[in-house]
């Protein structure tokens, strides 16, 4: 099987939509420090490119988590590979994903998250599946709903590839 990727969101389409998503947050926590809560890799092209836009002070730390492996679907099971470093008690957290899926990794990440006594928790995203959803969740900044197909590039992977692409795309797979 050969993987393609499809081409779905233009670089330029996505470095807009950041910058669209800075102008409402730095509306939203003007006056406030945010901490910026990443969860890894995905996330990582995400955040560094929002927080260029911030105007207000920003911390920032990261976690990971996996529940996809290697494969294309989730493997239902989450795994807490890193925790943040930092203290959110009383801090502003801005809790930031590369995309929400079912929703599970989600819920998961932010009863544990809540527990430790933020002052404030939002969600933002640069991908959406929201048809797919099978957890409650509530996104306050979200770049892109998508359509539900395996979305690669900047940041999302397929086994560990494709993150680089500075777009994104859809894997599909071509028999040879």
């Known amino acids: 099987m050969k993987e393609i990727i499809v081409k779905r969101i233009e670089e330029q389409e996505i470095m807009d939509r950041i910058c669209e998503l800075a102008e409402e947050i730095n509306r939203d926590y003007e006056g406030k ?3 910026l809560a990443c969860v890894l890799k995905g996330g990582v092209y995400f955040v560094c490119e929002l927080s260029k836009h911030l ?3 920003v911390t920032i730390d990261f976690m990971s988590l996996s529940s996809y492996g290697d494969g294309m679907t989730s493997q239902g099971v989450i795994t807490l590979n890193q925790d943040l470093t930092q203290n959110i008690a009383g801090k502003h957290v801005l809790l930031v994903e590369d995309i929400i899926d ?3 990794t989600l819920f998961y990440v932010k009863n544990m998250l809540n527990k430790r006594d933020p002052a404030s928790m939002e969600v933002c995203t640069l991908l959406d599946k929201k ?3 099978e957890a409650d969740v509530e996104l306050r900044y ?3 709903e998508i359509d539900n197909y395996f979305a690669v590039g900047f940041g999302l992977d ?3 590839k494709y993150r680089n692409l500075p777009y994104i795309g859809e ?3 071509k028999e040879d």
Do not use: D, E, I, K
Request: overall charge positive.
């Open 158 to 160: 397929y086994a560990q």
């Open 55 to 57: 105007t207000m002070p």
């Open 171 to 173: 894997l599909q797979f």
């Open 102 to 104: 079912s929703g599970r």
């Open 131 to 133: 048809a797919n959803h």
């Open 142 to 144: 979200v770049g892109f």
């Open 33 to 35: 420090t945010v901490h």
